[in-house]
């Protein structure tokens, strides 16, 4: 009885040393005015994740300025990106960087150059008049 007690409380120590969940893991960070791989590599040092990404993407990606205390990775990740076309998935400890799909919802818009006269009835310009796109407030006088 006592060496399966022992045991138990063996595991149950061993359960609580496991790492987090990746999303998880929070972060200390204070860096001015960095790329988006020196925060990776900062991010990395603290947590053990890893980061796969595109180059190529990542240059497109003005420096950052992260000022964060004990924040979820996942939340730095989502504010360092929310103004770019990247965001991030979680694969265990490896946090892919990807180009945001297309919102597929929102229906694409194609722009169309209109030109004209806007005349009366005799063929006279109507001074003032205006010409909105409609079920919009956009438009021109």
């Known amino acids: ?8 409380i063996v595991f149950l120590v061993g359960l609580t040393s496991l790492p987090t969940m990746a999303q998880d893991q929070t972060v200390t960070l204070k860096l001015t005015d960095v790329n988006l791989y020196e925060l ?4 990395r040092k603290q947590t053990g994740l890893r980061f796969l990404y595109n ?3 990542m240059k497109e990606v003005p420096k950052v300025s992260v000022d964060v205390k004990n924040k979820k990775v996942k939340e730095v990740l989502t504010e360092v990106l929310a103004g770019t076309s990247l965001t991030f998935e979680y694969d265990k400890d490896v946090v892919t960087v ?3 799909e297309a919102d597929k919802s929102q229906p694409q818009v194609k722009l ?6 806007v005349v009366d009835e005799k063929g006279n310009p109507i001074p003032g008049a205006t010409v909105l796109i409609q079920g919009t407030t956009q438009g021109v006088a």
């Open 1 to 8: 009885m006592m060496k399966l007690r022992m045991i138990l």
């Open 40 to 43: 990776f590599d900062a991010i």
């Open 55 to 57: 180059a190529e993407q």
């Open 98 to 100: 990807v180009k945001k």
């Open 112 to 117: 169309v150059q209109v030109s004209g006269r």
